[in-house]
């Protein structure tokens, strides 16, 4: 087992790529530290695959080293780099029994007999299949199937890493918590590093310990739920990330303060240098705006029940924002005033929080 | 086969396939039922014999040999079509441009008309201007089909193999593609060989249209008659005189229309008997 | 890795076996019959056009061909046309008998022309259709049907019900729906369907030759007719042979996407 670095990373499918847009993968470098419970959150196309593909070996990069510990594997097959992956629609050997299919990548690496019919039987229990072992693996639900691709990676003693693929796709709603519990009890249990892939927000927040978010080839951030939720480093994490997302108003800075409605807004840190951007933002969460006596004139034009909370939103000029009041609360129609939470309101300067550590 | 309503009104739906085809079916069917129980000597008069031309057939030294001719040969060529239709499909490319010029040159024997697949490999194949006849000859082995029988039938099966294999290569290729990537990927993970990746992915994915190339190839090389008829006329001798070349022999040749009418008969159901055992064999072996 | 390497060997080899014997007859068709008598040689060293000049001139000769493709044509339509209700039936439908007819159909399938050649001869003369387009049309449509129907079957049941439930629903009359909505949707189905039609009504000739004499004669037939009773005209031959091969090489290269599919009958 060891870390994973991801050194100076950039990846094109084109064979001579020209454009910025040709990059499948911005430069990027990232490290995975040994152990550690892992999701890849981003929208279909921002190239979580890929990187995934990368890490597996199933894709050389264009650029950049991968490495495993300190061996450079970057040119090296999947079989030999130890790593597990479990994909999208789940890959069972329909031919071999249950049994056999976990046993497989054992009987490949030349280890057999009661080593390997010990760690199949132990896995096996750990994934609730004891009672399959014999039954032909075509026959299974597609949950027992995507068991059956997990167990082809932890029957390995010698595994890295594992990753996962969207793993929970083809999943009945039900089974999905089932088995997501089952992956962060497993998570504890073998203590290799994991790698979930996903575009749920959901299933990331609740498996990894670290979310990496990507947008348009990008690793826009790295961070613990609570980090993503608190201090998104991008506007797309703050409105890709929380239900619903942050809010985005255009602003100005000016002398050292941002400005929105002609009035200066208070903000988490004073956004001193803007470095010549070109369009600046606030981002303020819903959870992070009330209504007020005084502050930036309002519209309230709509008001949803979200059950223990309702979402407004209001209008300033073409700006609409969404807060959210507690049960119980009053709500002013027509005409109010609001404020925003000075501790949460953060400038976001092209995209990228001011001052927070804008360079990726 | 689920998730279908009943409808009775769908009869009126296949009512024209069923008219068309039965006219075409059913009346020779019956013409030919009528001829195999009868002797006739001419001129429209016809006598009641029974099964006689059923038993004359069956006991036919003429037609055991055509029989055990037509299964060598069906045999052979199913052993030799199918693995090597496999095989290229395995090496074919999975994507790209030279898909489609593989695919289309490689369609092109299957839409040649079969007298003249049998007309050019007779000119391909001549000892005196072909020129697989002369290369052969210029090895240094005497090859003549048109006198030789080993000759003529190792010409007749390079031509079905030239003719046919290309409709395993694309059943299979077409079974091939439809596996995800994710399968070879997970199997190059769990570092499986080559052989297993075909044993344990490709084979059984390739089953279903394998199960329809190998009843296509059974079926067409069993009622095979114009390719070797032009090409070899069913000689030397009696040599390449397959099923269907015998029968119209018997028919069309000598008008002996009882006995040809009751080979005819023998011959379909042979036909209809082994596509069944075939089927059959395949299905339970998938089921397992 | 060198496995990867050597890998486009096979096809390749294969792909320039099928070629030779077609090169040799293209060869041949650009040779005097003099020439292909009397020198062996790899490319046609008195290179004539004569053979394919004599082709397009010679009524006997370019009227096989208007006749084959007409047989073809009105074979495949008829047979598309009428496997398409057919196909919707099998495909969506349990009725009385279903799956014995399906069968029965296929069975067909399995017929050897050459059991059918006499009584076929004797059944068009009854009706008096021998030696007419229709005839040789209609005698294909015995195993082009099921093939069709087979085919399409497999097309139609890989769309989605709710395809047609959203139709009615929608409004949508049985024959509007299947004639504006269903039919573009499985059109890739109806283009290989036709495809196989053409295929094997064009390559079939113990059919075609025993139902036709004179005015219906196909080219393919023509063809024998000069092997046997004109001598030894190979080079003449030779173009024929070669001109037969061009519309089966124009109809691939229409359909070139979908051959793949389409030789799995769709099902894949």
Known sequence: ???????????????????????????????????????????????????????????????????????????????????AQVFQFPVVYDTMTVYDNLIFPLRNRGVSGADADRKVREIAAMLELDDMLPKRAAGLTADGKQKISLGRGLVRSDVNVIMFDEPLTVIDPHLKWVLRSKLKELHQRVGSTMIYVTHDQTEALTFADQVVVMHEGTVVQIGTPVDLFERPRHTFVGHFIGSPGMNVLPCTVDGGQAVFAGQAVQTADAP????????????????????????????????????????????????????????????????????????????????????????? | ???????????????????????????????????????????????????????????????????????????????????????????????????????????????????????????????????????????????NFTQQPIAAWFTTILMDVWHWTSLVVLLCYAGLRSIPDAYYQAAKIDGASGWAVFRHIQLPKMKRVLTIAILLRFMDSFMIYTEPFVLTGGGPGNTTTFLSIDLVKIALGQFDLGPAAAMSLIYFLIVLLLCWVFYTLMMRGEQQ | MTMAKVKWLAPTLYIVFLMLPIYWLLNMSFKTTNEILNTFSLWPNEFTTDNYVKIFTDPTWYNGYFNSLTYVIINTVISVTVALPAAYAFSRFRFLGDKHLFFWLLTNRMAPPAVFALPFFQLYSAV?????????????????????????????????????????????????????????????????????????????????????????????????????????????????GTLTIVPGAFVIYFVRNYIAKGFALGRV
């Open chain 3, 128 to 240: 008096g259709l021998f030696d007419t387009p229709i005839a040789v049309a209609l005698a294909h449509c015995l195993f082009n049907i099921p093939l069709a129907v087979w085919i399409l079957e497999g097309f139609m049941s890989g769309v989605p019900k709710q395809l047609d439930e959203t139709a009615y629903v929608d409004g949508y009359s049985f024959w509007r729906f299947f004639i504006r909505i269903f039919l573009p949707t499985i059109a890739a189905g109806i283009g290989v369907a036709m495809f196989f039609c053409f295929m094997f009504s064009w390559v079939e000739l113990l059919l075609a030759k025993t139902l036709t004499s004179v005015a219906a004669k196909p080219i393919a037939a023509t063809m024998t007719r000069t092997a046997s009773t004109a001598g030894y005209e190979l080079g003449l031959l030779a173009a024929a």
């Open chain 2, 1 to 143: 086969m689920n998730g279908k309503t009943s409808n009775p009104k769908a009869w009126l739906f296949v009512l024209p396939v069923v008219a068309l085809v039965a006219f075409n079916a059913l009346i020779p069917l019956m013409t030919v039922v009528n001829y195999s129980v009868q002797e006739t000597f001419g001129d429209n008069v016809f006598f009641w014999e029974g099964v006689k031309w059923f038993e004359q057939v069956l006991h036919s030294d003429r037609f055991h040999a055509s029989l055990g001719r037509q299964m060598t040969f069906t045999a052979i060529i199913l052993a030799i079509e199918v693995p090597l239709g496999i095989a290229i499909a395995l090496a074919m490319p999975r994507r790209g441009v030279w898909v489609s010029v593989c695919l289309v040159l490689m369609a092109l024997p299957l839409l040649i008309p079969w007298n003249v697949v049998g007309a050019m490999w007779n000119i391909f194949a001549l000892p005196d201007i072909g020129l697989l006849g002369r290369m052969i000859n210029g090895l240094g082995i005497d090859y």
């Open chain 1, 272 to 360: 001193t240098d803007t470095n010549g951007a070109k369009t600046l933002e606030i981002g303020v969460r819903p959870e992070f705006v009330s209504f007020a006596s005084d502050g930036i004139p309002v519209q309230v034009t709509k008001v949803s029940d979200a059950g223990r909370y309702r979402i407004v939103d209001v209008q300033h000029d073409a700006a609409t924002l969404k807060l959210l009041v507690p049960e119980g609360e009053d709500i002013p129609s027509g005409s109010a005033h609001i404020r925003l939470d000075p501790a949460h309101t953060r400038v976001y300067a092209d995209g990228w929080m001011l001052n927070g550590g804008a360079a990726a």
């Open chain 1, 1 to 83: 087992m060891a870390r994973i670095s991801l050194q100076d990373l950039r990846h094109s499918y084109l064979p001579s790529p020209r454009t910025e847009a040709d990059w499948a993968l911005k430069h990027m470098s990232v490290d995975w530290s040994d152990g550690g419970a892992y999701a890849l959150l981003g929208p279909s196309g921002c190239g979580k695959t890929t990187l995934l593909n990368i890490i597996s070996g199933l894709l050389t990069p264009t650029e950049g080293r991968v490495l495993f510990g300190d061996e450079d594997v970057t040119d090296m097959p999947p079989d030999r780099r130890n790593i």
